[in-house]
């Protein structure tokens, strides 16, 4: 067993410690980052199961979401990292624009969107935003 430098003694563990990916930005890359998260979920899955089937899918739409706003908000490349964390998974998209998002009406009728920001305050435990100075963090919790 291996002791880390206070002298305390580690448990080794074969669960994925994270996931970090970078994509330039473009549209493609929505369909990119979900794909990514899928596999970092599957490999996850092996050694900590979901406790409920749409966790998984939950997750997935809450990266889709993040990515696509970040694609039609915050034009360049952009950074999303999950980990899992005691009771769930924190998922971060960092992007390039300031600008924190907003909840808006949502208008059906006219197409304008305005759903993403309360489906991941829906389906997160907690949701918070970090302004930087060159861009802004998203942070979600999920249960997984």
Request: glycine share 8%; charged share 20%; proline share 10%.
């Amino acid at each position: 067993m291996e002791s880390d430098p206070n002298g305390d003694e580690k448990v080794p563990s074969d669960e994925p410690q994270g996931l970090t990916s970078t994509f330039p930005g473009q549209l493609r890359n929505v369909t990119d980052a979900r794909l990514v998260a899928d596999d970092y979920l599957c490999e996850l899955a092996r050694t900590s199961p979901p406790g409920a089937a749409e966790h998984w899918d939950d997750i997935l739409l809450v990266v889709t979401e993040l990515a696509a706003n970040t694609v039609q908000y915050a034009p360049g490349p952009f950074e999303l990292r999950i980990r899992p964390t005691f009771d769930g998974v924190h998922v971060t998209l960092r992007d390039s624009s300031t600008t924190p998002p907003a909840p808006r009406r949502v208008d059906p009728a006219h197409g304008a969107g305005g759903i993403g920001w309360h489906l991941l305050h829906a389906l997160c435990h907690q949701v918070s935003v970090v302004v930087r100075p060159d861009g802004k963090d998203v942070h979600a919790f999920l249960p997984w």
